[in-house]
């Protein structure tokens, strides 16, 4: 069906596609924002290319609003636009008592202003805290901080190469890459 949106796919930023710190580690950052050093995670590029082939893709971090988009320009071909690129500003805070600090959170029924719903809206996210209502429209990966043989991203550019855009409902992927099932690759 042609005149289906495609689905879309949020990108987290911090410990998902890459890990920023203040002193570096025993290698060159991929990327210096001032004081930060900036680590690529393995395969980040990759997966935004993959995501980019059949989604809509989007980027949406907890970071400051300087940050973000410093990052974006750094790791997201030039040749891609992101539908928006959302920083801490659109996150929704909330002081929490058992961590005696701000935690925010990203609300995914704000998608409704770009046309998107819960049924065609997938994050890519390593905290579940920041997206706890939304559960099943995570795809949850392990956290990185720097690890040069990470390879958490790899089995996922694999999963999303598999998705062909086409779902009723992409609800039951988030699911489906908790168990790490990969959807049959179309042929
Ligand atoms: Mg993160």
Same mark, same amino acid.
């Given at each position: 069906?042609? !005149?289906?949106?495609?689905?879309?796919?949020?990108?987290?930023?911090?410990?998902?596609?890459?890990? &920023?710190?203040?002193?570096?580690?025993?290698?060159?950052?991929? /990327?210096?924002? =001032?004081?930060?050093?900036? /680590?690529?995670?393995?395969?980040?590029?990759? $997966?935004?290319?993959?995501?980019?082939?059949?989604?809509?893709?989007?980027?949406?971090?907890?970071?400051?609003?300087?940050?973000?988009?410093?990052?974006?320009?750094?790791?997201?071909?030039?040749? $891609?636009?992101?539908?928006?690129?959302?920083?801490?500003?659109?996150?929704?805070?909330?002081?929490?008592?058992? /961590?005696?600090?701000?935690?925010?959170?990203?609300?995914?029924?704000?998608?409704? !202003?770009?046309? /998107?719903?819960?049924?065609?809206?997938?994050?890519?996210?390593?905290?579940?805290?920041?997206?706890? !209502?939304?559960?099943?429209?995570?795809?949850?990966? &392990?956290?990185?901080?720097? =690890?040069?043989? !990470?390879?958490?991203? &790899?089995?996922?550019?694999?999963?999303?190469?598999?998705?062909?855009?086409?779902?009723?409902?992409?609800?039951?992927?988030?699911?489906?890459?908790?168990?790490?099932?990969?959807?049959?690759?179309?042929?």
């Amino acid at each position: 069906m042609s !005149d289906r949106k495609k689905p879309l796919i949020i990108f987290d930023l911090d410990e998902t596609l890459i890990h &920023s710190r203040q002193e570096p580690l025993g290698r060159d950052a991929d /990327y210096v924002l =001032e004081r930060l050093h900036v /680590y690529f995670r393995p395969n980040a590029v990759e $997966l935004i290319l993959a995501a980019s082939k059949n989604h809509e893709i989007a980027v949406w971090s907890a970071g400051s609003p300087l940050y973000v988009d410093s990052i974006v320009s750094q790791i997201f071909p030039a040749h $891609l636009e992101p539908l928006f690129i959302w920083n801490r500003e659109h996150c929704s805070a909330k002081f929490e008592i058992s /961590y005696l600090q701000t935690m925010f959170s990203k609300d995914l029924h704000k998608m409704r !202003d770009f046309g /998107y719903d819960l049924k065609n809206t997938l994050i890519i996210e390593d905290d579940p805290l920041k997206i706890r !209502d939304f559960g099943a429209n995570a795809i949850i990966v &392990s956290q990185y901080f720097g =690890e040069e043989g !990470d390879d958490e991203l &790899s089995g996922l550019v694999q999963f999303i190469e598999g998705l062909n855009g086409h779902g009723e409902d992409v609800r039951d992927i988030g699911l489906n890459w908790k168990t790490k099932i990969l959807p049959r690759t179309a042929s």
